[in-house]
């Protein structure tokens, strides 16, 4: 349908895109399965600014729980 409005070029399965890696699987089943990660994005990022000595943090932020339940606290935008 892509093709129909304009000139689309397939160059291969993508690999790396915005900063993330994508690794592709075809299963047994036939089904194709992508696994994205931004995780080699990230380790350049330490390795340009000379950080690899650094020692990792943890972050509030726990894998798997929806990040924007926070509760409402009934005061207005304009007012915090």
Known sequence: MLTSK???DFMGA???????SYEWHFLTN???TCHISQQAYVEGLVEKFDMV??????SPYR??????RIPRDGVHPDNK
Request: aromatic content about 8%; cysteine-free; overall charge neutral.
């Open 6 to 8: 304009l000139r689309v």
């Open 30 to 32: 036939g089904k194709l």
């Open 53 to 58: 000595e650094s020692n990792p943090a943890h």
């Open 14 to 20: 993508v690999s790396w895109f915005l900063g993330s």
């Open 63 to 68: 894998s798997g729980l929806p990040i924007d």
